[in-house]
């Protein structure tokens, strides 16, 4: 039976009924004889009725094969999954993570998944030169050296951290060389930040910049360093995020998850996604790279300085030597001196940073396994992940990468025991060289994104733990019910919570992360630092973006791209109790899969995109216009095209509203009859075509590879969710208009921009109607 799932194997090895699944069978057979007796009793029950059994319903087996799916999910595989998986640094490119991949194609395989396979790409990577480590270098003013730092952090957990290099503190696509300078403090390194050290009469120009981590994507930080001027950047974690509790033993990692003394964050400072060589187009080896290195770093994308990362022990001793006035207070952190702007040092010591690596072409192999789906084998639910590390991995990304084995085992498990097959195809996917800038599932989308666009139905990743109180979800309005629904499906693993009554994900994540209104949790939409982006921004397809973590930690947590991300950080002080918070990720991203999968009707939901549109996206666009009516004639153009945009708004609610009916009377129809799906297959058309009206194939504008008008994010922060970004970078452009020509013909960019959020708009709404 269509969109049942069961009964319906490909050969006669796999097609025997499991016995769990034979009581959902006897009731179906007694639901058809019980109705026949129904109708030979006839005037008999009209004048005695007497209740009877309801039929079985397609709903009932669903929720059957979502019991027995849930329970199969188990963490201590997991948990070995996660020991196989880090044994050794695995960096994108790296003869390791070429076993890690076939690590990951043999548990998938194993497990029973059809056709996996690796899709490899050849792109430009960076590495680090192991015979010559990053250093700070502090000389006295008689040019004696007083300082040098090691460029490495040491291993504490000795049998889990021992690589010969694993401790090597760098950042990826570093320019290299040896700069001398004067150094100043510019706090998060946002471009308001460089503003205000030049308002306090300090030029950033010629200087190495002191920038510490948080609130925004490093990345982002070296690009506006360089735009000011700067000649080198050095980046540092500081304990207000993540040494909160202090600095001594007592309060940092391996007591406790707080960063160690000399731990330092890794990561990439490229300024984009994919391969820096091949935009837009996949890097295959066969193809022309159109863009040289020299030209990558001319763009901005690659650096062109020295830059590299410092624990707050090294930041330390520039911070306690250095000269001019004290910081705002919002500038201080957590180093027990008193921060200070600059430039140089009171004692006239000299600062030299010394950073040495390579670029080097590397082939990079993304892996794809599939349960095909009985129904709808040409739609595709995709779950994603990816498997390179800047060290070992335990946390980002490969808590990720072992959940999403035992998920598919427990998927295979439910296919061979219950005789489920899902209605759509699942697509399990492992991306390569994500840490460099979402490179493998980038050149992916650049690939595949026609085929994408026709058949992907949603995209679910999850990249990997960060922590255990709450379930946290980015996601779009359209799957704001969907992403709620399942979490009431799945026990809350922590103890804590279930003493206060909170039995189920949903309970935690409503009051670890209230959204104001009762009853609902905050729901922020995707971010631009994992997988997912380009699936959201550059092809249109639906996203859910999940993990677990902490309120009172790091934008991330603490140990993010430390040495210190190994398997004890997870057994020991994350999710001591056999991988419960593991296991629950696990289950959820499982029961999110099947949902998708198994329901005739796809649960997508367009009113609720039209209402938040409506009550959140407008207003937040409202009030940045309204901030630039000190030049009522330039933005003009702007307020009109905001008014004409909050009518089609309006009618798109309203259409909305109405293709509800709609879609209510294809299920009242299925139901009746399953084998009669024209009217299913006409909603969901229109659903899955809904999300592709939000995508200008042009890109926002000096972003071409950011098409989605809604969600693609800015060009300030690379890390962080926007809505509508290119209208918002279009007013800030205006706000810093000079002259009455600059507001005027700016003015018309904006209202450009909001007319062409209308249009897609407009599109929705025709998707959305039977006839044009």
Sequence with gaps: MPYVGIGAQPDSKTS??????????????????????????????????????????????????SSYLIDAVNGTKMKENLRLLTKEPHLAGSEANKKVAYKIAKLWADAGLEDVHFIPYEVLLSYPNVSSLNRVILDDSRGKNIFTSSGMSPAIIQDEQKGKYAGVQWLAWAATGRVTAD??????????????LKNMGVDPEGKIALMRYGEGFRGDKVHIAQKYGAVGAILFSDPSDVAREGIDKAHIYPRTVWMPEEGVQRGSTMHGDGDPLTPLYPSKKELFSQRTIEQAKKDGIIPSIPVLPVSYTTAWQILSRMAGRPVPLNWQGFINVTYRVGPGFRNKEKLTIDVSGYLQKKTIRNVVGYIRGHDEPDRYV??????????????????????????????????NQTNWRPARTIMFTAWDAEEYGL?????????????????????????????????????????????IEVSKKIANPN???????????FDSWVKTFPSGQVGVPKIPVPSGGSDHAPFLNYAGVPVIDFNFKNTSTFDTYPLYHSLYETPFLNEHLLD???????KALGQYWAELARVFVDEAVLPFNSTELAATFIKEYLPILRKELSDSYYFPKAIEPARIQLNLLSKTAQDFYEISKKFEASVTWARAVFSQNPYDNKQITAVNERMMSLERCFINPRGIPGAPASRHVLFSVSAKDSYSSAVMAAISDAVDAFKKAETDLERIELGREVAHQISIVQFSIICAINTLRENI
């Design 16 to 65: 025997l009924v499991g016995k769990p699944m034979l009581k959902v069978y006897a009731l179906i057979l007694f639901s058809i004889f019980l109705t026949f007796g129904i109708a030979l009793l006839g005037k008999y029950h009209k004048d005695h009725p007497t209740p009877v059994q309801r039929s079985v319903t397609i709903n009932d087996v669903h929720e059957s094969i």
């Design 183 to 196: 150094v100043v403090y510019v706090n998060r390194g946002k471009e308001e930040d460089f503003e205000n």
């Design 382 to 415: 995709i779950l994603g992940n990816h498997y390179d590390a800047w060290v070992y991995g335990a946390m980002d990304p490969n808590s990720g990468t072992a959940m999403l084995a035992e998920v598919a085992r427990a998927m295979m498990q439910t296919v």
């Design 439 to 483: 490179v493998g599932s980038t050149e992916f989308v650049e690939e595949f994104h026609d085929i994408l666009r026709k058949r992907a139905v949603v995209y679910l990743n999850m990249d990997c733990l960060q922590g255990n109180s709450s379930l946290h979800v980015f996601t779009i309005p359209t799957l704001y019910k969907v992403a």
């Design 495 to 505: 103890p804590k919570e279930k003493a206060k009554g909170r039995e189920t994900l």
């Design 576 to 582: 001591p109790n056999n991988f419960v918070i593991h």
